[in-house]
Antibody, heavy 120, light 111 residues
Framework: EVQLVQSGAEVRKSGESLKISCKGS????????IAWVRQMPGKGLEWMGV????????RYSPSFQGQVTISADKSISTAYLQWSSLKASDTAMYYC?????????????WGQGTAVTVSS | QSALTQPASVSGSPGQSITISCTGT?????????VSWFQQHPSKAPKLMIY???NRPSGVSNRFSGSKSGNTASLTISGLQAEDEADYYC???????????FGTGTKVTVL
């Protein structure tokens, strides 16, 4: 079974750093890009960026460029999303999702989400 | 790249058909046939319902169908059922550094 399993909920203070993870299984991790998606409380979905685990090529949406870092360790089939200095406005649910098996231009499997709460 | 525009809410009675629109620009929906639709139930991860404008992934009911005309894509749910009550998001490839953009989301209510 193809799965993405994300790390658990996190509570941090403003200014702290954080790295959350997304572990893929059941497929060839390096063959399918992984996206990170933000969903702020009561709001819609936002594409944050995409990483190609095979070569770690990474693309960021302009709103998130410089605000987060996306990385991957293909040896353990895991993608990461990290912040060096959290803000209260980073409070959100974060999802990872993998490129679809049937189309290069969408995602078909999602992680369960990681809730991040940042207090000021 | 601005979010694609969707109606905030759409409602229908069981058995009826509803259509959700998703309006973009010539830089995204109008140029690329890479529009997807996702369903999201409360506190759940999104689920892919339509890809490539009108293709259904294996396991998705044929009550869901997609289409596109110009800069606007549409999702139609026929034979509306209580389990269809959820939020729906469209998404399009943009070909730019942004890569992808989501719609603003539509809450579907089954009356």
């Amino acid at each position: 079974e193809v799965q993405l399993v994300q790390s658990g909920a996190e509570v941090r203070k403003s200014g702290e750093s954080l790295k959350i993870s997304c572990k893929g299984s059941g497929y060839s991790f390096t063959d399918y890009w992984i996206a990170w998606v933000r969903q702020m409380p009561g709001k819609g979905l936002e594409w944050m960026g995409v990483i190609y685990p095979g070569d770690s090529d990474t693309r960021y949406s302009p709103s998130f460029q410089g605000q987060v870092t996306i990385s991957a360790d293909k040896s353990i089939s895991t993608a990461y999303l990290q912040w060096s200095s959290l803000k209260a406005s980073d409070t959100a649910m974060y999802y990872c999702a993998k490129r679809s098996q049937v189309s290069r231009y969408t995602v078909d499997v999602w992680g369960q989400g990681t809730a991040v709460t940042v207090s000021s | 790249q601005s979010a694609l525009t969707q109606p905030a809410s759409v409602s229908g009675s069981p058995g009826q058909s509803i259509t959700i629109s998703c309006t973009g620009t010539s830089s995204d929906v109008g140029t690329y046939n890479y529009v997807s639709w996702f369903q999201q139930h409360p506190s759940k991860a999104p689920k892919l319902m339509i890809y490539g404008v009108s293709n259904r992934p294996s396991g998705v009911s044929n009550r869901f169908s997609g289409s596109k005309s110009g800069n606007t894509a549409s999702l139609t749910i026929s034979g509306l059922q209580a389990e269809d009550e959820a939020d729906y998001y469209c998404s399009s490839y943009t070909g730019s550094s942004t890569l992808y953009v989501f719609g603003t989301g539509t809450k579907v209510t089954v009356l």
